[in-house]
């Protein structure tokens, strides 16, 4: 029997606006497709939460023994500057201002947001698909939607026509918009516009001349249209519904609402059963922007290399801060903020690293196994991140009471305390134990290097105690030695 058969989990579903059950489509196996990032520039910082809040859904649903399908791709076509309909790739611009081929700067940031990532303990989807990967999948669905109706051609370009499926559909059900006040709200189009209406969005672009990253189509050279490559890559590998779609709340509209009426008007079916929306990270209480100074990357972080920062912070550390906020509040950083949240990090993994030593006793004062249910509890309502972290805390205070020897605690106890605390700590929030930055590495990386010079001084002296006692001590801490020809390397 696996955990989630004793568990209800709640979500906000953003379709509904409302709190529901979450029941997957097939017993025991989830669905789940996150939009990724457009890989012109290094990671935001904003993003990375949301790419967290979606790695720690996706390792709750594995604690629970779910077989989850995680798919989040990689845009590397077809999302435009400003994210408007007209105007030049973001990867082709950034190429053209590089001097780079288009694919260089993909491969750049790819590896760029895969560093970071891996930094902060995420684990990998299990598929990550490339737009540029998917340009066959994406004319299909283009020549499906005209074969329904619901696009028309206009000089080498498709449009989606959202009048006409806003007929017999429901265009701006996720977002809550009206047509009619879109339209009301919309300038004319101007009369060199392919389109007929400036609602509509388009599937396939003209490429023009000077356009690098074009594609043959049954309507010409092009490119895709943004919304299409989430569409095609989401039913491919997660079917025509599939249970859970997330991104960042600004992505509601008209990203996400564009899926839904490409999805409809190819096959039919509303694609997606849950809508998860995640909110914004704020810097010292504004909006980021490269623009006014006022944003940071997540790489400054780790280095404290950005005058906002009086140190470095770990990345387990700025991990374990993101999910002290639930996944739907707004969450604002700051250095404050981070000095206020390391000390409780802190705090919490010498708890942790104490749990060896505790000691047992005949009776516990402690209720684990209420404890251990209300950590479910937490998570099962839409992954209440920070209420499980305060429930951390609660068992934090009676493992410190019982080492002062006020409470106690039996063997059986302390054991289920031990497995949750794992479980949800490391399984489910994602976090480790160490609190090594960048910085800090390096001075340690400098310690070693400077007992590595005076051991080897001491062999020289003929002094092999001096020498094999910094050689025992440095392994006893983990740090291994190794003598070869070119000098001493050491591995931690
Ligand atoms: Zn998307």
Redesign the pocket.
């Known amino acids: 029997m696996q955990l989630y058969e004793n568990q209800e989990i709640k979500v906000h579903n953003s379709l509904t606006g409302k709190k529901e059950i979450f029941t997957p489509i097939n017993k025991g196996h989830i669905g789940m497709?996150v939009?990724?990032p457009t890989v012109y520039s290094n990671v935001h910082l904003g993003n990375c939460r949301t790419f967290m809040s979606f790695d720690m859904i996706f390792r709750y649903f594995k604690h629970l023994g779910y077989k989850v399908r995680y798919v989040r791709?990689i845009?590397d076509a077809g999302h435009l500057v400003d994210d408007a309909e007209d105007g030049e790739d973001k990867i082709a611009k950034k190429a053209r201002l590089e001097k780079l081929e288009p694919m260089e700067v993909v491969q750049r940031y790819t590896v760029d947001f895969h560093n970071i990532l891996e930094k902060f303990n995420f684990l990998p989807p299990s598929i990550e698909p490339t737009a540029t990967g998917h340009i066959i999948e994406q004319i299909e669905i283009i020549k499906d939607i005209l074969n329904k109706g619901y696009a028309y051609e206009t000089n080498g370009s498709v449009y989606f026509d959202v009048a006409k499926f806003n007929t017999d559909h429901e265009y701006g059900k996720l977002s809550g918009r009206k047509l009619e006040d879109m339209i009301a709200n919309t300038r004319d189009l101007t009369a060199q516009d392919d389109k007929r209406n400036p609602q509509d969005f388009a599937l396939w672009k003209k490429a023009e001349p000077q356009h690098i990253m074009r594609w043959p189509s049954p309507w010409g050279d092009g490119f895709p249209g943004?919304?299409l490559?989430?569409t095609a890559m989401s039913t491919k590998y997660l079917g025509e519904t599939f249970d859970i779609h997330g991104?960042g709340m600004d992505?509601k509209f008209p990203?996400?609402e564009c899926?839904i009426a490409q999805a409809e008007a190819s096959n039919g079916k509303s694609p997606v059963n849950y809508w998860l929306h995640t909110n914004m990270l704020t810097l010292n209480g504004r909006k980021m922007a490269k623009s006014t100074g006022n944003s940071i990357l997540p790489g400054e972080i780790f280095s404290g290399e950005n005058d906002i920062l009086s140190k470095a912070f770990s990345p387990s550390m700025v991990r374990f801060f993101m999910m002290q906020a639930h996944y739907t509040s707004i969450l604002d950083i700051s250095n404050d903020a981070l000095l206020a949240s390391e000390k409780g990090f802190n705090k919490l993994m010498e708890a942790i690293n104490s749990l060896k030593s505790l000691p047992v006793a005949s009776s516990s004062n402690f209720n684990v196994a209420e404890w251990k249910s209300s950590c479910y509890t937490a998570m099962n309502d839409d992954f209440n991140t920070p209420i499980l972290i305060a429930k951390l805390f609660d068992a934090v205070k009676h493992i410190n009471l019982i080492k002062e020897g006020n409470e106690t605690i039996t063997k059986e106890d302390k054991e289920e305390l031990e497995q949750t605390l794992y479980a949800f700590i490391f399984d489910v929030l994602g976090l480790e134990n160490k609190s090594s930055s960048d910085a800090d590495s390096e001075k340690l990386g400098g310690v070693v290097e400077l007992l590595i010079q005076l051991r080897k001084e001491a062999r020289e002296n003929k002094d092999f105690a001096t020498s094999d006692k910094i050689r025992d001590q440095l392994s006893a801490l983990g740090i291994q030695l190794k003598d070869g020809k070119d000098g001493t390397t050491y591995s931690l």
Do not use: M, R
Request: glycine fraction near 14%.
């Open positions: 497709y939009c990724g791709n845009t943004w919304h490559e989430c991104g992505l990203h996400h899926e």
